[in-house]
């Protein structure tokens, strides 16, 4: 699956961080900016987004996004085999993006993060199923799968992180 760009989306977008979770625990992720948030804040925000989505989606129907005040948080799920157990689980993308203001959340999401969350989601799946998932220090390497994969058009260069 590819995916154009599209800069007419990016001008005011900016993409804060991207990463996997595995059972509420972040398997990799990509931070594109400076220290956002403090890495203790950035766990317990993996737990309880896992926590969320999974109630929400129990109650009522899939989300695709949680706004906030100044980010907007896009997931993307799909299952995948573990090692450890014989049924599949539920994996999860996500994105951290800056809150866009012009009144096209719902098309930027659609349009251009989501397809590249299920891009990023589906090749993570098929290089990882069946693997053990107790040592997330193994999965670092996707740190440069999701560089390759992302479009980051979407990140101001003069504060990116290398």
Avoid: W
Avoid at 13 to 38: A, D
Avoid at 77 to 103: C, H, M, P, Q, W
Avoid at 118 to 138: A, M, P
């Amino acid at each position: 699956m590819k995916v154009k760009k599209n800069k007419k989306y990016s001008q005011n977008l900016i993409i804060h961080e991207v990463g996997i979770l595995l059972r509420g625990v972040p398997i990799v992720s990509r931070k594109f900016y400076k220290n956002h948030e403090e890495d203790f804040k950035f766990i317990l925000r993996s737990g309880v987004f896992t926590g969320l989505l999974h109630c929400i989606e129990e109650a009522m129907s899939p989300i695709e996004y949680i706004e906030g005040n100044k980010y907007l948080f896009v997931f993307s799920r799909d299952f995948i085999e573990t090692s450890e157990l014989n049924e599949k689980e539920i994996i999860i993308a996500y994105a951290v993006l800056n809150k866009n203001n012009t009144g096209k959340t719902d098309k930027i999401i659609n349009k251009r993060i989501k397809p590249i969350l299920k891009l990023v989601l589906n090749k993570f799946i098929d290089e990882n199923t069946g693997k053990d998932f107790c040592e997330v220090t193994q999965f670092d390497y996707y740190k440069n799968t999701i560089n390759r994969i992302f479009d980051l058009n979407f990140v101001i260069p003069d504060e990116k992180l290398g």
